[in-house]
C-alpha cells in the first residue's frame, strides 16, 4: 500500500480499470481524520453506499457534492454540501475553507480531469492553485485524483508542478 500521509499535495495517477480500488484505498488510509471529499463526477450519497460496502466509515467525511444539484432536487444534509453547479468553483473554494477552519485536515478532490468538462484549463489550474494554497495555509493535506487520458495531459503536467508528491497507480 502506498503511504498517502506524507506530503501536503498529492497528484494520484490512475488508470481507468483500477479508479475504483484506487479511490478506496486511499479513503481507507485517511478515513481516521477529517475529510472532505469534494465530488465531481459521483453523487455523495453514491460514494456513502460504495465506501460503507467497503466497509470504510464515512463519520468523519463531509462530501461537497459537486454533481447532484444538476441532476435533481437535494435535501440539506449534516455531512453533505450540495454545490449549485459543478462550475462554481469560488463557491467550492468558500466551503472548503470554511471547513478547513472547522479542523477538516484531508481534501480529496475526485476528479482533476472531471473538471475539464465544466471550465477550460486556465480557470482549472486557477481553481487548483487556490485549494492547493487554502490546504496549505491551515497545513492540510490535499490529495488530487487523476485519470490518466492523453486529452488530459497538458492538464495533469501543470498541476503536477504544483503538488508535493505524484503517486502514479498506472505502473
Known amino acids: 500500500m502506498v503511504d498517502v ?9 490512475i488508470k481507468k480499470i483500477d479508479y475504483h480500488n484506487t479511490v478506496s484505498t486511499v479513503v481507507k ?8 471529499y469534494i465530488t465531481f463526477n459521483k453523487t455523495g ?9 467497503k466497509g470504510l466509515s464515512v463519520d468523519n467525511v ?4 459537486a454533481i447532484s444539484k444538476s441532476l435533481r432536487k ?25 471547513l478547513l477552519v472547522r479542523g477538516y485536515d484531508q481534501i480529496i478532490l475526485d476528479s482533476l480531469t472531471n473538471l475539464l468538462v465544466y471550465q477550460n484549463k486556465p480557470q482549472v489550474r486557477s481553481f487548483i492553485t487556490s485549494l492547493i494554497a487554502a490546504t496549505k495555509k491551515r497545513g492540510a493535506r490535499i490529495l488530487l485524483y487523476a485519470l ?3 486529452e488530459h495531459q ?3 503536467n501543470a498541476v503536477s508542478k504544483k503538488v508535493d508528491r505524484i503517486i502514479d497507480y498506472s505502473e
Open 5 to 13: 500521509t506524507s506530503g501536503n499535495s498529492l497528484l494520484f495517477l
Open 29 to 36: 488510509q485517511v478515513q481516521t481524520h477529517k475529510v472532505v
Open 45 to 53: 450519497d453514491f460514494l456513502m453506499e460504495e465506501f460503507s460496502k
Open 148 to 150: 490518466l487520458k492523453d
Open 62 to 65: 463531509f462530501f461537497v457534492d
Open 154 to 156: 497538458n492538464l495533469i
Open 74 to 98: 437535494t435535501a440539506k444534509r449534516k455531512n453533505q454540501y450540495f454545490v449549485s453547479s459543478p462550475a462554481a468553483f469560488d463557491e467550492i473554494i468558500n466551503i472548503v475553507n470554511q
